[in-house]
């Protein structure tokens, strides 16, 4: 056997998908350029590292910046640092831990005792408000005072527990310990996120669940440490086996596709959308992750085919908290016309999920399907929902009415407002209306867009949303007046409504926004969709406009790529020219947005009568 060398492995190795640990190793085909959205998320990154690293040094004595490009020059600076009792070291690399194939390049250490703590810098929130004024957990401190014993407690925040940023601390620490310079007396680990604190968390402390892919998991929650040494070794074992694997192909591979959350910007995604839509693999719908693919195929459900050929009557009893076993046993013997609800007793809300799926008398429970019941009572609490999901996704249709459904419908008005807005993490920029009228013969239709683009966003967004809602409001008393009936219409309206609040509470106008919320005036899109049919695919608007036939001008990542065009459409270095380009782009981008609601509710209001109930969808 040819032995494999195992070159060490960064802070990102653990919390990488396992499939692209094994492709990146396999390179299968010439893998995808890292999307812009991906660039400008780096991009934002590093402006924010180096924002936090100058508050740093302007208020912080004993601080040691390591500016070496050699990588081994670097970690000399780093440990020169630490042996001198810097207070602070930013920009250092780690002796390489060659044993346990680690290598890592942390922000900033902190001295702590007779050791150092890791602190990451991250372009996210690293925050999150509690319900209940005053319960916060969170332990933070100033970017000035980057000690964990200068940490207050933030009662109205908790710490986010992003898995990314605290399996790249116990990387860190990790290493640490493997130099001997991890402080003895801590396990804590900080995030400066874009709150601009310091948000720390103990490594050692039971917060995190175990991962999903575990044939045994440990009961209850585990460390951050403790699960970045089982992420780490397992795609380690995942990285031997695809070298030994690409020396000799008849070493097994361990890792396989599947969906999760980093296949938009991965770049192998492209590759492996292909195969998971070729063996149509369980998590290409909703709900079904690593753990309960696990669940599914250790009873025999391999694919979404035999997913649907479940029976979703038994799951929807289970669904239901029908007794199906106390059921059976009451009803053995007894004769096959006697009514269930004679068996079943005094519990009516049984009776009325058996009555409600047509399982009226003794007989009717020989049609409860055991295989689907084993699944169920496996811990698939909602199969019966998946069934339909899997159905749907299987099935000739584009989409499916739920059961029980009768007849589409979408609400409609004489005056039909569709909105849409962009924003930022600094603010609202944009506003979009598309105004359809629909009194005449043949619907008019015009867009407008109030916008801003000052740098200024969190200035320049009072302007645009004061400039919209003005517009907005008479055009809606207008047609109060003249009787005629008036609706607006977005696509998951929490977006909406939340930059709404946020603005008109700036502005002093929330009363206003408020009531026309409780109006009837007021359509959220995603819900009458939702409500509605069944796809077995996301339920975004990117994914649902197509079946009317609607399709943006600048593609599928157009809502991503919206982000960098909006830096682009600021940035003086842009230049005029450019300036004007992307400001166009994204106003095109927006009001491809509108006219996307527009034609999915013409289409909800026509041809989507048609779709066949989800109830004939092949099971």
Known sequence: MVAIEIRPRDSSFAKSCPQRVQLDVLQPCEPLPDPPFLQM???????????????????????????????????????????????????????????????????????????????????????????????????????????????VLDAEHNPRKHLGDLMQLAHYRALLDAAGIGSPDSFAAGVCGTEGVIVWHDLNVPVLDPPAYLADPPAGHISALARYDIEFAHRLGISGAAEAHFLDNLTPLLAEPIVCDQCDMCRWREWCGERLEEVADLSLISGVGVGRRSLYKAHGIDDLHDLAALDWRTAALVHGKVDVDGLRQKAAGRPASTPLVEVIGSRPKQAEVLAALGLRTVVDLESIDAKTLEV??????????????????????????????????VPRADIEVDVDMENTNDGCYLWGALVTDRRGGAPTVRY??????????????????????????????????????????????????????????????????????????????????????????????????????????AGDSAGTLAMVKYDQAIDEETGPVGRAAAQEWILEYNEDDVRATAALRDWLDGAARDLPPIETAPG
């Open 376 to 409: 169920c009572a496996a811990g698939v609490s909602n199969a019966a929902t998946q069934i339909e999901l899997a159905r749907a996704r299987v099935g000739t249709e584009p989409a499916y009415r739920k059961r029980g459904l009768d007849r589409v419908t």
């Open 448 to 553: 407008l867009s109030f916008a801003s683009w000052d740098p200024d966003t969190e200035s320049g967004e009072l302007l645009a949303f004061k400039d919209f809602w003005s517009w907005f409001s008479e055009l809606r008393a207008k047609a109060s007046g003249e009787g005629d009936s008036f609706k607006a219409y977005c696509y998951s309206k929490s977006a909406e409504q939340g930059q709404m609040t946020r603005i008109a509470d700036r502005l002093g106008l929330r009363d206003e926004v408020d009531e026309f919320w409780d109006s009837d005036d007021w359509v959220d899109l995603l819900e009458v969709v939702r409500a509605q049919l069944i796809t077995g695919r996301s339920m975004g608007l990117k994914e649902t406009a197509p079946l009317a036939g609607f399709a943006w001008r």
């Open 41 to 151: 998320l780096y991009r934002a990154g590093n402006e924010h590292e180096d924002d936090t690293f100058a508050l740093l040094f302007d208020g912080l004595e004993g601080a040691v910046i390591i500016d070496a490009e050699d990588l081994d020059a670097r970690e000399w600076q780093t440990m020169q640092a630490v042996q001198s009792g810097a207070l602070v070291i930013a920009g250092g690399r780690l002796p390489v831990d060659h044993e346990s194939h680690r290598v890592g390049q942390p922000d900033l250490l902190v001295r702590h005792g007779e050791g150092y703590l890791p602190i990451e810098v991250k372009s996210h929130k690293a925050l999150e408000r509690v319900r209940k004024e005053g319960t916060g957990t969170a332990l933070v401190s100033g970017v000035t005072t980057p000690f964990f014993e200068a940490a």
